[in-house]
């Protein structure tokens, strides 16, 4: 079956950094877009970053504190966050869809998803 597990989170204070992973399983990974998506209290969810495993293609909203990268020989993707912010506390989520495109998927395609990991960030 397909499962997305993430790992990583956990508490940091201000300006400090987290490597969150997602490891998956039961689908061709390097086929599919990973998506990373974060809800905080109170929020709707919202794209964090992405990444087409097939042509290499990353998009991230915060370009220059979150890097996202693959390894598609272990079938995991990871998202690097610097510079941590008390805003970027949310529960972090990566999610799959089956993507050729040299772009990444609009956030309403994505249909496999993990459980999400909780970043919690101090002032």
């Known amino acids: 079956e397909v499962q997305l597990v993430e790992s990583g989170g956990g508490l940091v204070q201000a300006g400090g950094s987290l490597r969150l992973s997602c490891v998956a399983s039961g689908f061709a990974f390097d086929d599919y877009a990973i998506g990373w998506f974060r809800r905080a209290p109170g929020k709707d969810r919202e794209i964090v970053s992405c990444?087409?495993?097939?042509?290499?293609d990353t998009y991230s909203v915060e370009s220059d504190r979150f890097a996202i990268s693959n390894d598609n020989a272990k079938k995991t993707s990871t998202l690097q966050m610097n510079n941590l912010k008390p805003e970027d506390t949310a529960i972090y989520y990566c999610a799959a869809r089956e993507w050729y495109g040299i772009s990444c998927p609009s956030t309403s395609m994505y249909n496999y998803w993990g459980k999400g990991t909780q970043v919690t960030v101090s002032s």
């Open positions: 990444i087409s495993s097939s042509s290499g």
